[in-house]
T-cell receptor, first 112, second 111 residues
């Protein structure tokens, strides 16, 4: 069966520090991968999606970047965190050409 | 740009009641619609997925309907239980690469 792993679960980082959040999927090949952010009291915002290795689409201009170095690995990064980067970050995957997203357990990021 | 609205924003009901959560979307050219549940501080759990060609899906006490032409979906929960308390999120996708979410309905079921 397919599983999605996201870590760490919580993270507290100072302003200006770098960030790396990792997401991996098991049990499937060539998935679509997504990064969402959920700010406090707000809905989910799509940040990045990827349909293949090295293929990244960005939804909104921001202080973050994403990379997909392997088929089932999706990384969210920042060189210098801002206070406004605080939030709940969720990774998701879907089968290409089919419907339905499966989400990871999320990372709570607090920038102080 | 697709806009997804969920009404009500919050709902409190006594245990055992049947209830309906509403979701509307502005662009009817969707690929699919998915309902999720989110517990506080947790990720999203998929409840039901409705493809654009379908009208409804059922899982246990949950039934979701889709009226694509009017841009509406409802999630019906029968015989609600305290364990159903959570935030329920509706999301629509135009081409399976751009799932857009509503702000959610926060449900509280009182014992």
């Amino acid at each position: 069966s397919q599983t999605i792993h996201q870590w760490p679960a919580t993270l507290v980082q100072p302003v200006g520090s770098p960030l790396s959040l990792e997401c991996t999927v098991e049990g499937t090949s060539n998935p679509n991968l997504y990064w969402y952010r959920q700010a406090a009291g707000r809905g989910l915002q799509l940040l990045f999606y990827s349909v293949g290795i090295g293929q990244i689409s960005s939804e909104v201009p921001q202080n973050l970047s994403a990379s997909r170095p392997q088929d089932r690995q999706f990384i969210l990064s920042s060189k210098k965190l801002l206070l406004s980067d605080s939030g709940f970050y969720l990774c998701a995957w879907s089968v290409q050409g089919a419907g339905g997203y499966t989400f990871g357990s999320g990372t709570r990021l607090t920038v102080v | 740009k697709q806009e997804v609205t969920q009404i009500p924003a919050a709902l409190s009901v006594p245990e055992g009641e049947n209830l309906v959560l509403n979701c509307s979307f502005t662009d009817s050219a969707i690929y699919n619609l998915q309902w999720f549940r989110q517990d506080p501080g947790k990720g999203l759990t998929s409840l039901l997925l409705i493809q654009s060609s379908q009208r409804e899906q059922t899982s246990g006490r949950l039934n979701a309907s889709l009226d694509k032409s009017s841009g509406r979906s409802t999630l019906y929960i029968a015989a609600s239980q305290p364990g159903d308390s959570a935030t329920y999120l509706c999301a629509v996708s135009k081409n399976n690469n751009d799932m857009r979410f509503g702000a959610g309905t926060r449900l509280t079921v009182k014992p």
